[in-house]
């Protein structure tokens, strides 16, 4: 039997399994009926019960992470509302963008803040840099927060749409802890995936100095094709991931008052090739996933953050200070054959024997960053308090080198001319058609404070304030004949820097009207950043481009841009502690927005600048229950409506039109989120078992969008749509035996296959390119914990 067969005879029996044991009625488990889990969180840099933070978030313990079956940031992101997180079809496909209720962009620096615990380490987006932010994989952590809404007071630049924050354990003081997992799956037409991993920690000398450490390593089987298209050779299932993850963390009770705690956690992630499918060779209904590149696309992408936390307990006022080194090195070869071939000569395919073009692309981050507050130490008091203040230095080098050692036989082909006659000047060193580096600083230093007065029993007014001094400067470097500025020598420097002073402010009421339940206002602003542009090549197709907008060149600098959001919320439990709830509605304005103006004729290269306002609105709902003994349901719906409110164009040319989604297709805003959980404890004998179901349904990517609708825009090309809707199914079955776990299931199981991010290399090539989720995967996963 194969693995779908085998996977979907074992949901059948996870499904229909719970009514067999309702029927034998003699299940202990059945008689456990308790609470719901208490998750506290630091959102506020505060600790707090999630029912008691003013804020809209979701958080997720490890061991709900592992009910859930989630491995990557890409499943808690999928399971959230209001979020939306993609991966690009290009490269080798570790490339993402992540956004937060309608805040998207694709380029200059983050719309939603990415942190380790308290320390940052989102990246910037550019030309040369596509791949975007890391993100840490999901082995043992605490929990992973993410935080709707611009959190820029408190959080800063980056946070303007929101924040994912991924918290690790502490080592431990007083007693030993532990967890381990293990996995083994089989995914349908791929090859197996595989993990293991171990954590301890515990106290060294009782109450005074302890230690967490931790390893593991996962492979991901390949499931994705590469056929040789000239030789008619198969590479079978070769995006394949290899991911190693190792953190170590001491505490040391250096006195009475003060602890530090060093840390350090290094990731080194290896994919093999990309995941990208051509829709030419594919055929999802029969599992047949294939690309036709000429060449393999690795990427490896590693980090390491080393880090010391200190905490003095001064009386009525605590004190930490943080401090972190974050070094990330990333790089990886996208295959631009196809590309180069259609740029020059119409043709998407390769037309000489052998032909390739590697494109060397790679990022490297090495960001300094220190936070030093102090807080009220009684939650109880009537007026508590947070103040601070946050420095940051990143430095940050981005390149792009596009080797073809076939341009001239191209041009020559469709032109009857060389590059150096066509262009004026010839590869430089001989086999780069284009070279880019951008080697950018930027400098942040921030005051920060927050203050929640309790005006009376159960009403507190929140009001905050950050102002921070950003400065960034850069130096770029281009050459080569398709990256070639119409003048001067081949190579150029371009060197040029902004400086701001952001204000923004927070605030807030919320009312307890019972213990449990918490009604909440808030507004707030978030802001990021501004950039710089890579100069736009002069070459005819991007002189006839940027013609179409009034423009002889393209902008070197663009200013940052800002969200203003309003929420109404409510957060309760009730029924005994049988039922939770969390909702909030929200509206927020986006001003000046940082727009990626692509020039199509150009070959996709375009600048970024400031370009019109957008308004989003949604709301978000969170719901868990447990309404009879050893069943736990849990749903969430997400809605999100976000649009430009203005026209933007420029001589005659349209870039976005008023009504239209954010982004651009294949990129948008998912409207409507649904996640269904159903989790069924029961017992056999002496033993205690659970089935679990999970279920998530992302609408259609509805909506218009300049690109796609009007053929005045800039880019007008209706054959990429925006994402169909989606739907993941997940089943797990599993029995307990005190710390231990064991589990068998069954990921997408109705082996769906849409067609996601779908685009080409210029409007009117015939190649496609799409992603999809990973085949049917039926597995088994063992973990222990104490």
Not at 682 to 688: K, L, T, V, Y
Request: charged content about 20%; hydrophobic content about 35%; proline content about 5%.
């Amino acid at each position: 039997m194969n693995v779908e067969g085998l996977g979907k005879w074992l949901a059948v029996g996870v499904l229909a399994l719970p009514r067999i044991v309702l029927a034998d009625g003699k299940s202990e488990a059945l008689q456990k009926n308790s609470g719901l889990e208490e998750v506290v969180v630091t959102a506020t840099k505060q600790t707090e019960s999630i029912d008691k933070v003013p804020i809209s978030l979701t958080a997720l313990t490890q061991a709900q992470m592992d009910s859930k079956g989630i491995r990557t940031v890409d499943d808690v992101v999928r399971q959230t509302p209001g979020i939306d997180f993609s991966r690009s079809p290009f490269g080798g496909g570790l490339g993402s963008n992540i956004a937060v209720r309608g805040i998207l962009s694709t380029t200059g620096a983050s719309t939603t803040g990415v942190y380790i615990d308290d320390i940052p380490i989102q990246s910037r987006a550019n030309q040369e840099n596509f791949i975007g932010a890391t993100f840490p994989q999901v082995f043992d952590l605490e929990r992973v927060e993410v935080l709707r809404g611009p959190q820029g007071t408190l959080w800063g630049a980056g946070a303007e749409g929101g924040a994912i924050r991924f918290i690790t354990p502490d080592p431990g003081l007083k007693t030993y802890s532990g967890y381990a997992r293990a996995e083994v799956a089989s995914t349908e037409h791929g090859d197996p995936s595989y993990e293991a991993g171990a954590a301890v920690g515990g106290p060294i000398l009782q109450d005074q100095l302890g230690f967490r450490v931790s390893a593991w390593y996962r492979r991901d089987g390949g499931y994705v094709d590469r056929v040789n298209q000239e030789t008619d050779a198969t590479d079978n299932n070769t995006n394949y991931q290899d991911s190693y993850v190792v953190r170590g963390a001491l505490a040391w009770n250096a006195t009475d008052h003060l602890q530090l705690t060093p840390s350090i956690f290094f990731q080194n992630l290896r994919l093999n090739d990309t995941s990208s499918i051509w829709e030419s060779l594919s055929n999802v209904d029969q599992g047949v996933l294939r690309n036709g590149h000429v060449l393999q696309e690795p990427t490896r992408d590693q980090f390491y953050l080393p880090a010391l936390k200190a905490r003095w307990e001064l009386g009525a006022v605590d004190l930490t200070s943080v401090t972190s080194y974050f070094s990330r090195h990333e790089r990886n070869l996208a295959d631009d054959t196809n590309f180069e071939s259609v740029i020059w000569t119409g043709i998407p395919y390769p037309i000489f024997p052998g032909q390739n073009a590697p494109a060397f692309v790679g990022t490297s981050q090495d960001i300094f960053s220190q936070e030093l507050r102090a807080q009220s130490h009684d939650p109880d008091a009537m007026l508590t308090w947070t103040v601070g203040a946050f420095y940051s230095d990143a430095h940050e080098r981005d390149y792009n080198y596009v080797q073809d050692l076939y341009f001239d036989a191209l041009i020559q082909n469709a032109t009857g001319l060389n590059a150096g006659q066509l262009f004026g000047i010839p590869l430089t060193d001989g086999k780069y058609t284009f070279v880019g580096t951008t080697v950018s600083h930027d400098e942040q230093t921030a005051a920060f404070g927050q203050v929640d007065y309790h005006i009376v029993k159960g009403l507190t007014l929140t009001v905050g304030l950050r102002v921070a001094h950003t400065r960034f400067d850069f130096v770029q470097g281009y050459a080569g004949p398709v990256n070639y500025s119409g003048s001067g020598p081949d190579a150029h420097t371009v060197v040029g820097g902004q400086s701001e002073t952001p204000v923004t402010p927070k605030v807030g009421l919320s009312y307890q009207l019972t213990d449990r339940n918490m009604v909440y206002f808030s507004a707030g602003e978030g802001y990021r950043i501004g950039g710089a542009n890579s100069p736009v090549p002069l070459n005819p197709a991007c002189r006839a481009d940027l013609g179409k907008l009034g423009l002889t060149a393209s902008p070197l600098e663009y200013q940052s841009d800002k969200t203003w959001s309003y929420e109404v919320g409510f957060k309760g439990r009730g029924l005994d502690d049988h039922l939770e709830v969390q909702a909030s509605a929200f509206h927020i304005d986006w001003k000046n927005i940082q727009q990626y103006v692509g020039l199509p004729d150009c070959g996709g290269i375009g600048f970024t600048a400031n370009l019109g306002t957008a308004v989003s609105n949604g709301f978000d709902l969170q719901l868990s229950a447990r309404p009879v003994a050893g069943l736990l349901l849990s749903g969430s719906v997400g809605y999100t409506d976000a649009k430009y409110s203005k026209t933007i164009g420029s001589n005659g040319t349209t870039i976005v039109n008023e009504g239209d989604t954010v982004g651009s297709p294949p990129l948008g805003t998912t409207p409507w989120v649904f996640d269904a959980s159903a989790q069924y404890d029961f017992g056999i004998g002496s033993r205690d078992f659970y089935v679990r179901v999970d279920d998530t349904y992302r609408s259609h990517q509805s909506g218009q969008s300049a690109n796609r609708n009007d053929p005045t825009a800039l880019g007008y090309d209706p054959d990429i749509p925006f994402d169909p809707a989606t739907n993941l199914l997940n089943v797990r079955l599993g029995t307990s035996m005190g710390g231990a776990d064991v589990s068998v299931f069954v990921n997408n199981v109705l082996n769906s296959q849409p067609l996601l991010q779908r685009t080409h290399d210029i409007p009117g090539s015939p190649l496609y390119y799409d992603l999809t989720f990973r085949p049917l995967t039926a597995g088994a996963t063992v973990s222990y914990r104490f």
